[in-house]
């Protein structure tokens, strides 16, 4: 028989101090679906959700912004059920339809390191959309990443932040806040 310890989940025992409140979200969301329309113009936009973390940011960006949206979703992977990146992008569902000629907003969830982003925007450029945008709901600058989203939610530090789609090994996504965990 194995011991409780050895079976807890790593999330269980942390304690997490929220950082924006759902209301500071949805608030920040609106501002931005307004930013891309006014700056994509008229027309359909695609919004490309990185699953899992972006889908929650995703369906309540759609929702901000006015006229056509599609969603397209696109799942990687780099942190596993660690805290920090692998430093490995690995695909684990690809896009459903071309992006040709299409104007598109990578969603993502958090950028900090940058590996991720890097690595699709140079694998989205070869689609060849009309427009290719990146819109992070969070930016740890800590991380050091090269590149920079067209569109920032919040800004935060080094913590380790979950909720509102973010996880911990899979959990805590259903927070309706953004919290730092705190363990």
Known sequence: MTAPEDTAHPTEGARIEPLFSPVQIQNRVRELGASLRADLGPGEITLLSILKGSFIFTADLARAIDGPVAIEFLGLASYGVAKESSGVVQITHDLTSSIEGKKV???????????????????????????????????????????????????????????????????????????????
């Open 105 to 183: 907003v990578i969603v993502e969830d958090i950028v900090d390191t940058g590996l991720t982003l890097q690595y699709l925007i140079r694998a989205l450029t070869a689609r060849n959309p009309e427009t290719l945008k990146v819109c992070a709901l969070l930016v740890k600058p800590s991380g050091g990443s090269p590149v920079s989203p067209d569109y920032t939610g919040f800004t935060v530090g080094s913590e380790f932040v979950v909720g509102y789609g973010l996880d911990w090994a899979q959990r805590l996504r259903n927070l309706p806040f953004i919290g730092a965990v705190r363990e």
